[in-house]
């Protein structure tokens, strides 16, 4: 594989996990009016909890778990192979918070895949 195949491929599977996560705040924001929760803090926090370990957290297995599969291109292995261990550690810091929403909720968490990413040539944003 190409780079500039890896590339494609790292960032449609980045692409399909943003439309999930965008799906997932669609939900979040629909089920808040459908409860008439809007000023009802706890239960926006409930609803969010439990988008965040259906829908979101799984999201971004699935996309890492794709991303391992694919083959890294030729000179680019240890890049590629740091890029994925930075994404699984990170996704262990937000599995592992106490509160998930919390969790995922931190700016940097995602942050040094990011960069990473980016350096690579992927465009692979979580914010």
């Known amino acids: 594989m190409t780079k500039a195949e890896f590339v494609k491929q790292a960032d449609a599977l980045c692409a399909e996990r943003q ?5 997932a705040l669609a939900s979040y924001n629909q089920e808040v009016q ?7 803090l706890q239960v ?3 609803i969010a909890t439990g988008l965040l370990e259906k829908e979101m957290i799984p999201a971004v297995s699935k996309q890492l778990e794709a991303m391992e599969a694919l083959p890294a291109p030729e000179g680019g292995e240890e ?5 994925i261990d930075t994404l699984s550690k990170e996704l262990e810091k937000v599995e592992g918070e106490k509160n ?8 940097h968490n995602f942050e040094k895949f990011e960069e990473e990413a ?3 040539g992927l465009n692979c944003s979580f914010g």
């Not at 890049?79 to 890029?83: A, F, G, L």
């Not at 998930?100 to 700016?107: D, E, H, M, T």
Request: proline residues 3%; positive net charge; hydrophobic residues 25%.
């Open 118 to 120: 980016k350096k690579y």
């Open 79 to 83: 890049q590629v192979s740091k890029m």
């Open 44 to 46: 926006q926090e409930e």
């Open 34 to 40: 459908e409860r008439n929760a809007t000023n009802k």
């Open 19 to 23: 439309e999930e996560w965008k799906a």
């Open 100 to 107: 998930p929403v919390y969790g995922l909720a931190k700016s």
